[in-house]
């Protein structure tokens, strides 16, 4: 992944106040970018611009940013047509997870599925040996499907007897009703649970113990200060952690530094590329990027760092975090790469109770 240096990142700052204020010509700042950053700086101040309410010249940026765009990174021809929908407005053009088909396209995208099957089978290796049918908690539950197949796998493998108990916690009322009845389906003989809200509005009403807790893309919806204290809150209920993640600082930089965009541009523009690719019709593809990632993305844009949904850290920083918040008592039991390319990495971190 590219990284800005101190300098770049002043003076992009710079030239997008410039910008704005002038309004010079879509090229002009392209001679002094460093030469792989051209499409990112478009990008930037694309988003800049429309943030500010300069639709007209933030559509003029990204278009001219378009023809320097190459090796499998497109990410301003997509944020080109989502203003040519949206009237040149960076507007939500939704409620994230309102609607679950959009997010379960992407789950079928061929770079998500391979992630997540990897993922599957790092719980199958790592996990240990359960004597009992297990319970276990699901947070950010999404559809379910895949807490019911990392289910399976330890069924399959000879790691779990069975299923006693599936705790749902999942804000969107619709996915949590489809996790419901995924659940229930591959698991008749377990009681399920629900919690229709985030784990920061439940975590302090869990007081059983749980086998195994998972989050797949669903904790970096908060904020570091707030993942430390609702990680340390599920400490004493749970025996082992899976967290399933994108390796993205998107939590730290501030609303408009080109940082922020510049992690977006290459880490969402990816995503972008493999959804485009995938075979299915145009308006199903349009969905998922509209109605579910560039929700988000407008999100990161628009709102100040505490109001924002998108808090993806990198790697290295959840490492830290889960140590502190979850230790000693739980310790790394494995780190996976379940997909890499230059631009993306998405990771697996196990966490087991010692002793």
């Not at 979850?326 to 109770?353: K, M, N, V, W």
Request: hydrophobic share 40%.
């Amino acid at each position: 992944m590219l990284i800005l240096s101190e300098r770049e990142e002043r003076e992009w700052r710079e030239y997008a106040d410039g910008i704005l204020r002038d309004s010079p010509a879509p090229d002009s700042y392209d001679t002094v970018i460093r030469p792989g950053l051209v499409p990112a700086f478009h990008f930037y101040i694309a988003t800049y611009l429309a943030s500010k309410g300069a639709g007209e010249q933030a559509f003029a940026w990204a278009k001219a940013g378009v023809l320097k765009e190459d090796d499998g990174l497109f990410g301003l021809a997509f944020f080109l047509g989502f203003l040519e929908r949206y009237g040149n407005r960076l507007v939500k053009p939704s409620i994230v997870f309102e609607d679950p088909r959009p997010f379960h396209h992407f789950t079928t995208v061929p770079l998500m599925n391979g992630a997540r099957k990897e993922f599957i089978r790092l719980c199958g290796r790592s996990l240990p040996v359960f004597e009992h049918p297990v319970r276990f908690m699901d947070i950010g539950c999404g559809s379910g499907e895949l807490a019911v197949a990392v289910l399976k796998e330890l069924r399959e493998n000879n790691k779990i007897p069975g299923v006693s108990e599936v705790l749902l916690i999942e804000p969107s009322p619709a996915m949590a009703a489809l996790a419901e009845k995924n659940i229930r389906s591959a698991f008749p003989d377990a009681a399920v649970m629900r919690e229709d809200c985030r784990i920061q509005d439940c975590s302090g009403r869990i007081d059983r113990k749980f086998d195994i807790a998972m989050s797949s893309l669903a904790c970096h919806h908060m904020p570091v200060e707030h993942k430390r204290i609702h990680l340390a809150r599920l400490r004493p209920w749970i025996d082992h952690f899976l967290l399933f993640e994108i390796d993205a600082d998107i939590d730290s930089p501030d609303l408009y530094s080109p940082a922020l965009a510049l992690t977006v541009y290459q880490s969402f523009g990816r995503i972008f590329d493999r959804i485009y690719a995938e075979d299915a019709p145009v308006e199903v593809v349009n969905d998922c990027i509209d109605m579910f990632l560039m929700t988000e993305a407008v999100s990161i844009f628009t709102e100040p760092r505490g109001e924002r949904s998108e808090y993806h850290m990198l790697r290295s920083r959840w490492d830290y975090l889960m140590a502190e918040s979850l230790g000693p008592e739980l310790s790394l039991r494995s780190d996976h790469t379940c997909y890499t390319d230059e631009y993306l990495t998405i990771f697996a971190l196990h966490y087991g109770r010692t002793g």
